[in-house]
């Protein structure tokens, strides 16, 4: 009963179920992985656009409106640019280059992060897990989103622990998998996705 529920949950059935154990992919599962990983690369590909372009823009406007104020200051006083203008301008070309240089190079190492996981090798190798299955509860430190509060928030978070490994599960497992069973998982790494599973029978052990 457990298996067919988890069946409808991960939509997998049993031709997905005997290639895995073989290490191989259904051509449905290889549709649905390179499906996810498409995804996966667009998302992270639009938020690096987004960066760069709300950030980028934002620091060269904050950067530059000084010097424009004050170059633009000068014209509309004496129709040129003054000589004490020119002089005026060289601490805030200072601060600007300064700021220029430390959040650019920010800037860059976070277009580089985002682009990096954009462009991560994708990994649809079978991989198999087997043990006794332990539901854990544990509190993470995650980024806060909102504009009020904390920096970062504490929050719950089920992981399924299994044959070394430790994976971050949806709250459905629990109710189709019991506490202390032994299961084999079959999954890929990047981008993640359980396979397919089956239970080991106690008359095996």
Request: glycine share 8%.
């Amino acid at each position: 009963m457990a298996e067919l529920e988890l069946m409808k949950l991960w939509n997998f059935d049993d031709a997905d179920l005997g290639a895995n154990r073989l290490g191989q992919l259904t051509h449905k599962q290889k549709n649905v992985l390179a499906e996810k990983a498409k995804s996966h690369k667009s998302f992270n590909t639009i938020i690096g656009v987004i960066i760069a372009v709300v950030f980028g823009g934002t620091l060269l406007t904050g950067l530059f409106v000084p010097i424009l104020a004050t170059v633009g200051g000068s014209l509309l006083e004496s129709g040129k640019v003054t000589t004490e203008a020119m002089i005026a301008l060289i601490p805030i070309i200072c601060v600007v280059l300064f700021f220029l240089v430390v959040f650019g190079g920010i800037l860059i190492v976070v277009l580089k992060v985002v682009f990096g996981r954009a462009n991560k090798k994708v990994d649809t190798a079978v991989h198999r897990v087997e043990g006794i299955v332990n539901f854990v509860w544990v509190e993470k430190q995650e980024r806060n989103t909102t504009k009020t509060g904390p920096m970062y928030k504490t929050v719950r978070v089920l992981e399924m622990r299994i044959g070394g490994e430790i994976f971050t599960i949806d709250h459905e497992l629990p109710n189709i998998i019991n506490q202390g069973e032994e299961w084999i998982f079959y999954y890929t790494n990047h981008p993640f996705k359980f396979l397919s599973a089956e239970q080991i029978s106690k008359e095996n052990n």
